[in-house]
């Protein structure tokens, strides 16, 4: 295997030989640095253009004054959906106090996600999380200009949390709120420097439900993960 | 006006406008010389030699071009009426001579080639050539200007101070008509379906001159046209500009 | 695999002459095209976006040897694999390998360019693995028994009755033509793939060295489900779909949604390092990574180097008025359009016709616009056709001519006399003013064109004539 490596790294190094200098000129011909954001900067609040941006993708958005606010937001979606179980980040990863109240009181059972390494057992575990109605998570960042759920895995942050139900809530915190990727992109690294992925496997963004348009052009939401998407933001 | 008196021009009027439109050479003449710029016309000019290089002729495109650029070498201002020629010599010929003797010969020529409506709006400043034409015109813009020169805004300067002329929007203005030269015959059936959406497009407008800068997009689209028995007729910008469209034989 | 084994110009005509296709890719097409157009009116300076993305990728390029070292050595410090592969045998060997190691019956793939060049279905089916594509698209031209006609969107060339019989045949779904149901049937269908599958092979629309992750860029979370719910992970990528830096992904993903599809961000962005951690609740258990060569290294050191900086948006190939026409299955190969027309010659030489793939092109430079890296395609299709020419794969009577034209082009008289020659007969075959018939090879242009009679006299001959008479006035 390490023979395929250095034989492949070596034609690599015989062709750039020729080509390093015409690829390094063109590497200098611009800056790297992303754009902290990429649309013209206007005076709306973030939360708000979030909010905005998100309700054009077919998606909710929920802005909610205070934590109870939020809670009674969050029970009312899941009430009008009729959802029984649901599955959800870990609640210490969720840090959203009452939760498992409110669920218990709306008759939602909560479900963590815990799937084991052998193929059988992971296969039982996923079928029985499938019927989940719901799956709720916090979130990292949300990205105002383009409306984007940013989530990191890692311990308690199931990836199926925010993917396997057709109902996909995401909790946020107005301080959450950035304007652009970049700058979302900059404050994760800083935050898990040196190695964001040094606890965790994946990082992924949201931005709006599931859709494809490969019938005829036609949009279709939910096609895989989550149709209905929600997003409260509170404080 | 003054300020261009002193200037000379050379005018290549490439080899299709020499052979079949020699109507669109003398109309850029008069069109330069309208703005008092001295045209010359250096003798046994041909080709750029664009058809070879674009069928992948390099060796003959060479031969071609290099006999060319020698004969434009004292040239001053190189004006062609081709933004397509203007490409070749302006985009392609830094490809086509890289690590020849000619190279810098051909730097030299490529800073000085214009096409015309560049010229006329963009080095000489001009924007009304006392042009007339009572009609509705649309304008299709031919790729090479468009994308390798930045052509299409002066040609439309030009054309909205032509008196008593309508300006109709084209549907697709800046969509390949198909011609691709050699493209044209080798990949005939795709040329055509092209062609077959540019002449939908400008049957949907009112306009009844099509116009366009380059003699090459305008005889494809022309030839449709006339095919097709459309009332439409397909024009070079500078005949227009030069008041020839009605002088015209066809 | 049908396209292959015809000549261009028969899979050419097929496309012309079939009504639906036409429809649908101008449906499509426009549509891609406003999006994209809505989109970029948006951003604040896409141009400038358009240099950093282009400038990010040479960089990358420039120091591939350096990229993919680091990223294979960070993805094996988390737990991860990489094989380097040298061709698709050896990409193909060691997935099939793995599977039967490993035990795995079901595998779940996400779109994947890369396996679709190396045919990695026809392997895996091959070995008795059961193979289900299900990205909505591929699924669909999977249970057609087809090849996918766009980057993007690889059924576009189907009809929704089309799909709808195709799902009543294969998932037993009522008759009905509602995308909405339909959606939902093959959603149901595949959900239960996921279930049960033990591999999902992904494709990767970017490495990323520093951070030891791939990019996997998607719209129906089928991609998320293929990397999460098996218990391993195959994520195949071209050696050259690397950046250095996790911040450099703030320049390339919003280049790639919007000239992708138009929109801001796509719906889910996952970029995964490594298996999952012991404390994750979820994930694969295992994941490699296959760093697929088949060529590239040879591109990189030739005139097409420049052909490795794409994203894969398929931009090129909605602005194509080319591919428009005749859409992606008349290439011939995987890659189709424009770019697909200098990838296709280089990464399957082996394909009938595909030295003929640079002359679809009317060089109109749509594509070279519309791309968000900035390829300078038109003048690699320009190149490519000079190295067919200089490898003899032309038309005697092409060469006969190109010289001829030569010869007449450097020759004052050859010139003059060809040029009173071709007045004369052009004349003679014009009727009106125009000609209706051309003999061959240029009968090719009077099929459905007129064609102009060359002038009676030159403008050489008539500017000659106007200076003397100017110096006969005494001007």
Redesign the interface.
């Given at each position: 295997m390490s023979d395929a490596r250095e034989a492949m790294l070596g034609r690599i190094r015989q062709g750039l030989a020729r080509n390093r200098e015409f690829l390094a000129h063109e590497a200098l011909a611009a800056p790297h640095a992303p754009p902290p954001f990429v649309h013209p900067e206007h005076d709306a609040d973030l939360a708000d253009l979030f909010a905005t941006e998100l309700r054009k993708l077919a998606a909710h958005a929920h802005l909610c004054a205070d934590h109870d606010a939020a809670r009674a937001t969050l029970r009312d979606i899941l009430g009008a959906a009729g959802v029984h179980l649901a599955l959800t980040w870990a609640l210490p990863a969720l840090a959203f106090p009452g939760l498992d109240d409110d669920l218990a009181a709306i008759g939602v059972e909560r479900r963590d996600v815990a799937i084991a390494p052998t193929a059988a057992e992971r296969a039982a575990e996923l079928r029985a999380l499938e019927p989940a109605a719901a799956c709720i998570s916090g979130v990292d960042a949300l990205i105002a200009e383009s409306a984007t759920i940013v989530v990191l895995g890692g311990a308690g942050r199931p990836r199926l949390a925010s993917l396997l139900a057709p109902l996909y809530i995401a909790i946020a915190r107005r301080d959450q709120v950035v304007r652009g990727l970049g700058q979302a992109i900059a404050q994760l690294q800083q935050r898990a420097a040196p190695d964001l992925f040094a606890e965790r496997s994946s990082l992924t963004f949201i931005t709006g439900p599931s859709r494809t348009a490969d019938i005829e052009m036609t949009l279709a939401l939910g096609v895989h993960g989550p149709r209905d998407v929600h997003v409260i933001i509170y404080g | 006006m003054s300020t261009s008196a002193a200037r000379h021009a050379t005018l290549f009027?490439s080899?299709i406008?020499?052979?079949?439109?020699?109507?669109?050479?003398?109309a850029t003449?008069e069109l330069l010389e309208r703005q008092g710029v001295r045209v010359v016309?250096p003798?046994?000019?041909?080709?750029c030699?664009q058809?070879?290089?674009?069928?992948?002729?390099?060796a003959?495109?060479a031969?071609?071009a290099a006999?060319t650029l020698e004969q434009l070498r004292d040239g001053g201002d190189i004006i062609v009426p081709s933004g397509s020629c203007g490409a070749m010599i302006r985009h392609?010929y830094h490809?086509l001579f890289a690590g020849t003797p000619q190279a810098a010969l051909a730097e030299h020529v490529m800073r000085n080639t214009y096409e015309v409506t560049e010229y006329l709006v963009d080095v000489l400043g001009v924007s009304d050539v006392g042009a007339r034409y009572a009609g509705k015109i649309a304008y299709h813009d031919a790729?090479?200007g468009?994308?390798?020169i930045g052509l299409g805004r002066q040609a439309r300067t030009l054309l909205s101070h032509v008196a008593d002329a309508e300006i109709v929007p084209l549907a697709g203005c800046?969509?390949?008509c198909?011609?691709?030269?050699l493209?044209?015959?080798?990949?005939?059936?795709?040329?055509?379906?092209?062609?077959a959406?540019k002449l939908a497009d400008i049957a949907s407008t009112t306009c009844d001159l099509l116009v366009t800068g380059d003699a090459s997009c305008m005889?494809?689209i022309?030839?449709?046209l006339?095919?097709r028995g459309s009332a439409v007729r397909a024009r070079h910008i500078v005949e227009v500009l030069a008041n020839s469209v009605d002088a015209r034989?066809? | 695999m049908a396209t292959q084994s015809i000549a261009f110009h028969d899979r050419v005509d097929r496309a012309l002459d079939n009504r639906s296709l036409q429809t649908a890719l101008g449906r499509a097409t426009d549509r891609f095209v406003t999006n994209r157009a809505n989109a970029l009116a948006l951003v604040d300076d896409f141009d400038d976006l358009r240099a950093r993305g282009r400038a990010i990728r040479a960089s990358a390029l420039a120091q591939l040897d350096d990229v993919l070292v680091r990223l294979s050595e960070r993805i094996e410090a988390r737990g991860g694999q990489v094989f380097w592969a040298a061709d698709g045998n050896a990409a193909r060997r060691y997935i099939v390998d793995l599977a039967r190691t490993r035990a795995v019956r079901t595998i779940v793939k996400s779109k994947s360019m890369a396996s679709e060049e190396i045919h990695l279905n026809d392997a895996l089916e091959a070995a008795a693995f059961t193979v289900v594509e299900t990205d909505l698209g591929e699924y669909i031209i999977q249970l057609a028994g087809e090849t996918p006609s766009h980057i993007i969107a690889p059924c576009i060339h189907k009809t929704r009755e089309e799909i709808s019989t195709l799902f009543q045949d294969h998932l037993g779904m009522p008759a009905t033509d509602d995308i909405p149901t339909m959606t939902r049937t093959a959603r149901g269908a595949l959900r239960q793939q996921f279930l049960q599958a033990d591999m999902g092979i992904s494709g990767v629309n970017f490495g990323v060295a520093d951070a030891g992750a791939v990019v996997v860029v998607e719209n129906e979370g089928n991609a998320r489900l293929t990397t999460t719910a098996p218990r391993i992970h195959v994520a195949v990528m071209g050696i050259e779909r690397v950046c250095e830096r996790l911040e450099d992904l703030g320049v390339l993903l919003q280049l790639l949604a919007r000239s992708a599809t138009g929109q801001k961000l796509s719906v889910y962005t996952s970029i995964l390092s490594g298996p999952r951690r012991a404390d994750e609740p979820d994930g694969p258990d295992e994941f490699h990574l296959i760093l697929l060569d088949n060529g590239r290294s040879q591109i990189i050191g030739g005139d097409y180097a420049e052909a490795l900086l794409c994203i894969r948006c398929g931009a090129c190939l909605n602005a194509c008025p080319v591919y428009q026409s005749i859409g992606g299955h008349a290439y011939g190969g995987v890659y189709s359009g424009p770019i697909g027309a200098i990838l296709t010659p280089l990464l399957q030489p082996e394909l009938r016709d595909v030295h003929k793939l640079p002359q679809a092109s009317s060089l109109c430079g749509a594509c070279q616009s519309a791309c968000p890296v900035k390829i300078a395609i038109p003048d690699m299709l320009l190149r490519l056709r000079a190295d067919a020419v200089a490898a003899g794969r032309t038309d005697a009577i092409e060469r006969i001519a190109m010289a001829g034209w030569s010869q007449a082009m450097r020759s004052p008289t050859l010139y003059r006399v060809g040029g009173k020659l071709a007045s004369l007969g052009t004349r003679l075959l014009a009727r009106e003013g125009r000609i209706g018939w051309l003999p061959p090879p240029l009968d090719q242009w009077t099929h459905q064109r007129d064609f102009p009679p060359f002038a009676p006299r030159s403008f050489t001959e008539l500017w000659a004539e106007r200076q003397r008479r100017a110096a006969g006035d005494g001007r």
């Open positions: - | 009027v080899c406008v020499d052979q079949i439109y020699p109507e669109i050479g003398l003449a016309v003798d046994g000019l041909t080709c030699g058809m070879a290089f674009n069928a992948g002729f390099r003959e495109a031969q071609v006999r392609l490809e790729c090479h468009l994308r390798f800046e969509q390949c198909g011609f691709g030269g493209f044209a015959i080798k990949q005939r059936a795709i040329s055509e379906a092209m062609l959406d005889t494809q022309a030839g449709g006339s095919r034989r066809g | -």
